[in-house]
């Protein structure tokens, strides 16, 4: 059986749409570098990255904050296509990009999309408003053909924004988002680009995966259709998906040298490309924080001694039974200041954990609709 599950790996493989990634500038660090972290950090103090579940019947609207994003991949829209470069995010469902019509400033510096210049564009008279933690964007849901790689989503429904307010988005080094959580986060009517690609037979399998790259600007991708085995060690560990609307799975615990530091008694977990860092409950991160020595700083960040990453211990995520160490390495960045930081936040309203792009570098992940589970392998170096 193992080598049969091997030979449809590889098969599918073939299949498979291969769309590379750059690694980019966080906006954490290029707000530090203005200057102009700090000030930000005082009049947006929480970052609030999620619509989800707070209470029992409690629906928290979505403010997804993307101040640390690292990671972008190029589309294009319309006849003739348009390009643009968007970051491929599971914590979303919706495609976003900006309009000529954009008035904010933010426009400015990133591209926007022009209705007139495609033959393809379909209007609607439906408004968009999609909210962040640090601003809102309003627009209009328009459709077009989107062409990823070598697919092409006829009639893809998207949002054409119209004002962005977020000193975030004004500072990314990319233009828009692709959202590729379940339908059920998405805008109302519409289809989730994803969706679109197996709908319309364009993939082979109903699944994609992301191989993030840690130690370069390029070699990371996003694959869509089938995997491809050169990119992790092993054998894919299968985890089920808890709530079909992020990726959302049960954690049994998290530990540090043997001894649990949070999830006690099982919670659950969000796979998020969307982010860089790690969040969850303040109670569980701050205990790991202080396990650590990690000292807080004038503007709610951890801080470090660089010369401790060597000796720390693992923060252990134990999934479906299976142990996913994330070594000190990765959980502390150095920052071209030299001052070491914690990727780990804390946040009051939720007692979910989000799995960024601090977990996920480490682990090769396949997200599978089709059983509606995500594939975990050790990720090559």
């Avoid at 449809?8 to 980019?24: F, M, N, Y």
């Avoid at 829209?77 to 469902?93: H, L, M, N, R, W």
């Avoid at 408004?127 to 062409?147: A, C, K, N």
């Amino acid at each position: 059986m193992r080598w049969i599950g091997f030979l449809s790996l590889v098969a599918l493989s073939e299949c498979l749409v291969t769309i590379p990634l750059t690694k980019i500038k966080s906006m954490r660090e290029s707000l530090r570098e203005k200057d102009l972290l700090r000030d930000y950090l005082q009049r947006h103090p929480y970052s609030h990255a999620y619509k989800f579940l707070s209470g029992e019947g409690v629906t928290v609207q979505p403010m997804r904050n993307y101040l640390d994003l690292y990671y972008v991949g190029t589309i294009s829209i319309g006849t003739p296509p348009q390009e643009f470069k968007v970051i491929f995010d599971t914590g979303s469902a919706d495609l976003l990009v900006p309009s000529i019509y954009c008035s904010s400033p933010i426009c400015v510096t990133h591209r926007t999309f022009d209705p007139r210049a495609s033959s393809t564009f379909q209007s609607t008279d439906l408004p968009i408003e999609l909210l962040y933690g640090s601003g809102h964007v309003t627009g209009l849901l328009g459709y077009d053909d989107v062409r990823i790689g070598d697919l092409v989503c006829k009639s893809q429904a998207f949002g054409l924004s119209w004002e962005e307010f977020s000193k975030s988005l004004e500072y990314a080094a990319y233009d828009g988002i692709l959202g590729l959580a379940y339908p059920a986060l998405a805008l109302t009517g519409t289809t989730p680009v994803f969706d679109s690609m197996w709908n319309q037979g364009l993939i082979s399998e109903n699944l994609f995966a992301f191989y993030l790259s840690s130690s370069k600007e390029n070699g990371s991708v996003v694959m869509f259709g089938g995997v491809d085995p050169s990119y992790y060690r092993g054998e894919l560990q299968w985890v089920p998906v808890s709530e079909q609307g992020y990726w959302q799975v049960t954690l049994d615990s998290i530990s540090m040298d043997g001894k649990v530091v949070g999830c006690a008694d099982s919670c659950q977990a969000i796979m998020d490309t969307g982010t860089s860092m790690v969040f969850g409950p303040t109670n569980s991160i701050l205990n790991i924080l202080r396990n650590i020595s990690a000292q807080n700083t004038s503007t709610g960040w951890y801080v470090i001694s660089c010369e401790a990453i060597h000796s720390l211990p693992d923060i252990v995520f134990t999934i479906n039974g299976v142990a996913y160490p994330v070594p000190a390495s990765a959980y502390i960045r150095r920052e071209q200041t030299g001052i070491c930081y914690t990727n780990l936040y804390t946040w009051d309203r939720s007692r979910y954990w989000i799995l960024g792009d601090v977990f996920l570098r480490l682990y090769f992940t396949v997200f599978d609709r089709a059983n509606n589970r995500i594939g975990l392998a050790p990720a090559i170096a």
